[in-house]
């Protein structure tokens, strides 16, 4: 079974610092990857996506992440962190064994961005 | 245009009232999901239709009652829920694969902003 773990339940920079938000998963597959934020009282919106293709993949706002199959981590940065990133970081990965699009989903990071 | 259009935005509802929230994607998309999703927790599946058909039913309790009338739409009807069943409800679509109507890994899940309710 595919499962998705992410290290850090809450992570706090500074703005203009860079972020790191660590994600690994377990997959018995090449697995399609995904990172989805979502800011308060708002929906979720895909920040980038891995699928088999380049192993860094460049997301919007300046988030890029690598897929790194040895380590089963897909772990999310950008170099400068601004107020408005404030907000919960989704890790996901595709169950794509039947089940019709299952998204597996991370307990979530919430980054908290000081002045 | 990648808008999945959800109404309304926030409900307020008491345990004996029938309401519905509604879904509306325009991208072609042709598998529409249902999403719940408590505070500080990730979302929670509850129901899949892939070319109108429901595909997944994640065991939810039948005073949730999905609806899909064409490949636009999605509704979810509500009836005598309990308070705990507050929550946002996600709706969220998708590209579908032909044959079994099993969604690619690699197809991208498109969300809405999300219906806020709350049951008094």
């Known amino acids: 079974a595919q499962s998705v773990t992410q290290l850090d339940s809450h992570v706090s920079v500074s703005e203009g610092t860079p972020v790191l938000l660590r994600c690994n998963y377990s997959?018995?597959?090449?697995?399609?990857l995904f990172w989805y934020v979502q800011h308060p009282n708002k929906g979720l919106q895909l920040l980038l996506k891995y699928t088999s293709a380049a192993t860094l993949v460049k997301g919007i706002n300046g988030f890029e992440a690598e897929f790194k199959k040895s380590e089963t981590s897909f772990h999310l940065t950008k170099p400068s962190a601004h107020m408005s990133d404030a907000a919960e970081y989704f890790c996901?990965?595709?169950?794509?064994?039947?089940?019709?699009?299952?998204?597996?989903f991370g307990q979530g990071t919430e980054l908290s961005v000081k002045p | 245009d990648t808008e999945v259009t959800q109404t309304p935005k926030h409900l307020v509802m008491g345990m004996t009232n029938k309401k519905s929230l509604k879904c509306e994607q325009h991208?072609?998309?042709?598998?529409m999901y249902w999403y719940k999703q408590k505070a500080k927790k990730p979302p929670e599946l509850m129901f899949v239709?892939?070319?109108?058909?429901?595909?997944i039913n994640e065991s939810v309790p039948s005073r949730f009652s999905p609806e899909c009338p064409n490949s636009s739409l999605l509704n979810l009807h509500l009836h005598a829920l309990q308070p705990e069943d507050s929550a946002l409800y996600l709706c969220?679509?998708?590209?579908?694969?032909?044959?079994?109507?099993?969604?690619?890994?690699?197809?991208?899940?498109?969300f809405g902003e999300g219906s806020w309710l709350t049951v008094v």
């Open positions: 996901v990965v595709s169950d794509y064994n039947n089940q019709g699009g299952k998204l597996i």
């Open positions: 239709y892939s070319y109108e058909k429901l595909s």
């Open positions: 997959s018995s597959y090449s697995p399609s």
């Open positions: 969220a679509s998708s590209q579908a694969l032909s044959g079994l109507g099993v969604v690619s890994s690699g197809n991208t899940i498109y």
């Open positions: 991208m072609g998309h042709r598998a």
